[in-house]
């Protein structure tokens, strides 16, 4: 009896040291994430190198628009350990303070016309003609919705900029009005559509269309939301969406496009979260994943948040 009770201390002891020396053989359960759409293919890569270093670790992705993402957390209570938007200004409007305290902005992307070999006129639209090529009767177009999705409101701001850059008046309102039945959620879900030609174009990430070996069309700075030298220019376009509750509305400006994480405050389970934000935000590790999947990072920027942010994760942003 003696000796079981000797070997069973020491395993224990053991147990404990190998938990020290390297806490993720010990960490389980799931971890539950929300995320951007077109996040979709970096993070299950993401994913899977997380789960080699942290086994006992199942990683939950749910990606859909980001203000639907949102409005999950707000409007339904569904359970989530950390969101992933396209636009920060989606966490710091819709979940901060009630939902989160912080924010890290994390990666960079720009707005593109995106299509294919079988796309209509695809041989002869370029950054100076897309947008006539997009008003012709026998060419189809989709975008995303801007009350579910940021590339959504963002293809109304491209726009917008469009009409101020090339000089031509009522263009948003001709681009908006025209091909309406084919809005989706999400950006990706007009992939499909895309490949499927049922449509020759489609505003989207210009990471999303290098993501999926997809044609596009490269947009001037002035109007693709890329570039920050061009900040007070892109804060001229703005787009109303559906605010928090019904009935209220919140207005969206133009601005360089940066994407957001955070830990939700009622996170399930806060220890694993902080493990994966600190191995996605690694420029060693998560960040070699992102740039690989066409989204360089923008890491660390100024955060308004930055004293409430977990010591372990102040080194990916700065006061």
């Known amino acids: ?12 002891s053991m147990a404990v040291q190998l938990g020290a020396q390297n806490p993720g053989v010990m960490e389980k359960g799931n971890l539950i994430i929300f995320h951007a759409g077109s996040l979709s293919l970096p993070m299950k890569e993401l994913a899977a190198e997380f789960r080699k270093l942290h086994p006992g670790i199942k990683v939950l992705l749910e990606p859909a628009g980001s203000v639907e993402c949102a409005r999950k957390i707000t409007d339904l209570g569904k359970p989530c350990d950390i969101m992933a938007s396209s636009d920060y200004q989606v966490i710091d409007k819709m979940l901060i303070p009630k939902y989160a305290d912080w924010n890290i902005k994390f990666v ?56 101020k850059f090339y000089k031509k008046p009522g263009l948003t309102s001709k681009l908006t009005a025209k091909d309406r039945n084919y809005m989706r959620p999400k950006e990706v879900d007009l992939v499909a559509l895309l490949e499927s030609n049922a449509l020759d174009y489609i505003f989207l990430y210009k990471s999303v269309a290098i993501q999926h070996h997809l044609r596009y069309v490269e947009l001037p700075d002035e109007i693709n939301l890329r570039n920050p030298s061009f900040v007070k220019l892109y804060n001229s376009a703005s787009v109303e969406i559906n605010g928090k509750s019904p009935g209220m509305k919140e207005t969206m400006k133009g601005e360089p496009m940066i994407y957001g994480i955070t830990l939700l405050s009622n996170a399930p389970n806060k220890t694993a979260a902080i493990e994966f934000l600190t191995f996605m935000l690694s420029q060693d590790k998560g960040m070699k994943i992102m740039e690989k999947h066409g989204q360089p990072s923008v890491i660390p920027q100024q955060n308004s948040n930055y004293g409430k942010i977990p010591d372990v994760l102040k080194p990916f942003a700065r006061p």
């Open 108 to 163: 960079s992307n720009e707005m593109a016309i995106v299509f294919n070999d079988k796309s209509r006129n695809a041989n002869q639209i370029n950054r100076s003609n897309w947008y006539e090529i997009l008003l012709r009767e026998d060419v189809a177009y989709g975008r995303s919705d801007p009350n579910a999705d940021p590339c959504g409101y963002r293809s109304v701001m491209t726009m917008q900029l469009a009409e």
């Open 1 to 12: 009896m003696r000796k079981l009770l000797f070997f069973i201390s020491v395993f224990c």
